[in-house]
């Protein structure tokens, strides 16, 4: 098990010990158990297609680690799915999916919080872009959890939902095991309600805003060596990020309610594009594009004076989301020099959640 030293100032140094554990052993149900749920568990099949997050900055990374989610943050829904389709059986659970460990160990967190005693059949079909700033994990997350939630009958609400990902989200390890991850509850905020989602401390659900409405996105991915996962993203998250926070996240929340906020009440995709750009510089968020290198600043700058009004660097990156009225044959002109390629086009999904139930 790995020792990893967290340091947030001169006199601010601990150790955390990164456990790791087998799926099913360390099951938070946030007292859910209690309440004892009545299920109706339905005959056929609920799929649910979730959206991917572009999450762009955390509030203040002091107030999270891998086992205490929040942080707060902000972050919004693209057109780019994952798909959980679950039904109901008498005890076996059969999980489709190349990540199985995680997706087991929140059946039986979920199991235990509704009272649930038999199986289910999962497939899974996520967006297949892992460990660079989309979200894959709490975008699968949140829709298997909604469609075993849809298939026993709904006994839990979606704030139920976040948080049982929230206190028990994880990452798998090489050697099959899991451990706790580092979850704002951003991703699953945003993907079930599309749109922009603004996130307080403990996953509070802030503020939501439909936003870039008939806009394009497009996710350049830059070519990096360094990892965003792991022990890499822990000490990246632990040390020099809660150091930068705690300077400038006065500042971060201010600019979410006097300056964010509003812009997205008036659609003002300029003014968005210019706090986000400003936060790229402030606290967290700069360690985690620095963590990539300046060549990351140096490609957004160029992005940003090509008159590009939204640049922006998701999550612990690579990813750059870029928001634009321009078409995909003009942005790649803009790219070409820079050697940068698209590797996503899409939109802003505004909608989030979709549940359909097949018989």
């Known amino acids: ?64 680690a891998p086992d205490h989610p929040g942080g707060g943050g902000i972050g919004f829904a693209i057109q780019c799915y994952c798909s959980a389709e679950v039904r109901c059986t008498k005890k076996e659970i059969a999980i489709e999916y190349n990540r199985a460990a995680i997706i087991e160990n929140f059946v039986a967190v979920f199991k235990k919080a509704v009272g649930y ?15 660079v700033g989309l979200g894959s994990t709490s975008t699968v997350m949140i829709a298997v959890a909604t469609a075993m939630n849809e298939a026993v009958g709904s006994p839990l609400s979606n704030t139920q939902l976040r948080h049982l990902i929230g206190h028990n989200y ?20 945003a993907s079930t309600c599309g749109g922009m989602a603004v ?57 979410f309610m006097m300056d964010l906020i509003p812009a997205l009440e008036r659609d003002d995709l300029k003014k968005i594009g210019e706090i986000i750009w400003e936060i790229e510089f402030r606290g967290s968020k700069r360690a985690e594009v620095e963590h990539h290198s300046y060549g990351i600043y140096h490609y957004m700058n160029l992005l940003r004076e090509a008159k590009l009004e939204f640049v922006g660097m998701s999550s612990v990156g690579p990813s750059i989301a870029v ?19 698209i590797a996503i086009t899409t939109r802003v999904d505004n909608q989030g959640l979709q549940v359909v139930h097949h018989p």
């Open 323 to 341: 928001i634009t009225k321009k078409d995909k044959t003009a942005l790649g002109k803009i790219l070409k020099p820079l050697g940068l390629k």
């Open 1 to 64: 098990m790995a020792v990893m030293k967290i340091r947030g100032g001169d006199l601010d140094l601990v150790e955390y010990e990164f456990l790791t554990f087998p799926p099913g052993k360390n099951l938070k149900t946030l007292g859910l158990e209690k309440k004892k749920f009545m299920l109706k568990p339905t005959k056929g099949t609920v799929v649910v297609r979730a959206p991917a997050r572009i999450h762009l900055t955390v509030l203040d990374m002091n107030r999270f």
């Open 170 to 189: 994880c990452e798998e390890t090489a050697e099959g095991d899991i451990a706790f991850g580092f979850e704002t509850g951003v991703g699953p905020a």
């Open 117 to 131: 005693s038999g199986g289910f059949a999962i497939t899974i079909t996520d967006h297949e872009y892992q460990h």
């Open 199 to 255: 996130m307080g401390d403990e996953l509070a659900f802030v503020y939501h805003h439909p936003f870039a409405e008939g806009r394009n996105v497009y996710i350049i991915i830059p070519p990096t060596d360094i990892s965003s996962a792991g022990t890499q993203e822990f000490d990246l998250l632990m040390n020099k990020a809660r150091t930068l926070d705690y300077r400038d996240r006065e500042l971060k929340a201010y600019m």
